[in-house]
C-alpha cells in the first residue's frame, strides 16, 4: 500500500514538473512582446487551510475552484488506504 501512495505521489510531482516546463518552453517560444496585462494568483495551503490570493476576480475564482478539487484529491488519497484493506 505504501508503495502504490508513493508512486502516486511521485507520479504527481513529475506530471506537475513537465507541465511547468512546457509551459515555461511555450512562453520562451512565443517570444511576443506585448502590453497586455498579467493576471494569476496562487494558493497556499497550512495544514488543511487554503489561503487564495490574486490579481483580479476571474484568476481567484479559478484558484478556488483549483482549491476545492485539491482538497477533494488530499481527501480521497488520504481515505483511499482505508479503502484498499
Request: no cysteine; glycine share 10%; net charge positive.
Amino acid at each position: 500500500m505504501t508503495d502504490l501512495m508513493f508512486e502516486i505521489g511521485f507520479g504527481l510531482t513529475v506530471i506537475g514538473l513537465l507541465v511547468a516546463f512546457a509551459a515555461f518552453i511555450l512562453m520562451i517560444m512565443s517570444g511576443k512582446k506585448s502590453n497586455s496585462q498579467v493576471r494569476g494568483g496562487g494558493i497556499l495551503f497550512i495544514g488543511p487551510i487554503p489561503i487564495i490570493f490574486g490579481t483580479d476576480h476571474e484568476s481567484v475564482r479559478v484558484i478556488i475552484l483549483l482549491a476545492i478539487a485539491s482538497i477533494a484529491m488530499i481527501a480521497i488519497l488520504m481515505i483511499l488506504p482505508y479503502w484498499l484493506r
